[in-house]
């Protein structure tokens, strides 16, 4: 066994989420994530800043703030540190570098503003720092704590408030009336949706039907993780591959989940959809 030291990037770092409960599943909303290091005299500091969520949440980058903790928790105006990137990653992660904040340095913490939606009852938000000096993979977790007194969290988790509703949301049929015949125009009708409050692999699942109640076409999709934004497209055609008849169809749009003595509604939705010629 070959083990690699290098030094802490600081003697301890804190991190705080806010808000840290999120009302709404499956919307987007903005985020402050705080933090706050402990210096000793030789620590190098840290230029990197690696936050990383479940693998069905995108966060997308909205600022970086750097100054007094109390300060920043009122407001960020004239404190947005210069020279910040955003390095390209996947989008559960986001990788940020800036100028050195180190022992010298006039900060005391730092702000990252993030948006994202939150699809299950709760999300553990990994933050980790590191100097680029030290070489690649030299990241030092941030632990949840207090940051900013003003802050109500102490915590890097978001936490759902579970309601009673439906785990199948903001459901779209695009278009409502579609013509699969070739030409290239409205030749596909698409089901767009967001599932939330799964937090396992359940199968997502579209049922075509006649109005004779008979199964036309079965389209699904299984994640590793079943909350996410889907959009699941039905080309026309039956489970022999062959194009339908016009007429009214129902879409049962559902998810393959035992909701029993769970705080959850309805695990399925209907939509009628008109196939036209």
């Not at 989420?17 to 499956?26: A, D, H, I, K, N």
């Not at 703030?65 to 955003?86: C, F, R, S």
């Not at 007429?247 to 989940?257: K, P």
């Amino acid at each position: 066994i070959r083990l690699n030291f290098t030094n802490p990037v600081a003697q301890s770092l804190l991190g705080e989420v806010s808000p840290f409960q999120v009302e709404t599943l499956g919307e987007e909303q903005r985020f402050s994530f705080y933090l706050r290091p402990d210096f000793a005299r030789q620590d190098p500091g840290f230029d990197e800043l690696l936050l990383v969520a479940p693998a069905d949440m995108n966060l997308y980058f909205e600022g970086l703030y750097g100054g007094v903790a109390a300060a920043l928790a009122a407001e960020t105006t004239g404190m947005e540190i210069a020279g910040v990137e955003v390095v390209p990653t996947a989008g559960d992660s986001l990788r940020v570098t800036f100028p050195t904040f180190d022992p010298n340095s006039d900060l005391d913490a730092l702000r990252l503003d993030f948006t994202t939606a939150l699809f299950a009852t709760g999300a553990v938000l990994q933050a980790s720092l590191q100097n680029s000096s030290s070489g690649a993979g030299s990241w030092q977790r941030v632990d949840p704590g207090e940051v900013v007194s003003a802050v109500v969290s102490n915590t890097t988790t978001l936490v759902g408030v579970v309601k009673r509703g439906s785990l199948l949301q903001n459901v779209t049929v695009e278009p409502a009336f579609f013509s699969p015949n070739g030409d290239g125009i409205n030749d596909e009708a698409s089901f767009r949706f967001k599932v939330v409050k799964v937090s396992d692999d359940s199968p997502v699942e579209v049922l075509i039907h006649d109005l004779r109640g008979r199964l036309v076409r079965r389209l699904v999709e299984q994640r590793g993780l079943s909350t996410g934004t889907y959009g699941i497209a039905w080309d026309g055609k039956d489970a022999d591959g062959l194009t339908v008849p016009p007429g009214v169809y129902l879409a049962r749009l559902r998810v393959d989940t035992d909701i029993e003595g769970a705080r959850i509604g309805n695990a399925e939705i209907f939509r009628t959809i008109v196939v036209a010629y």
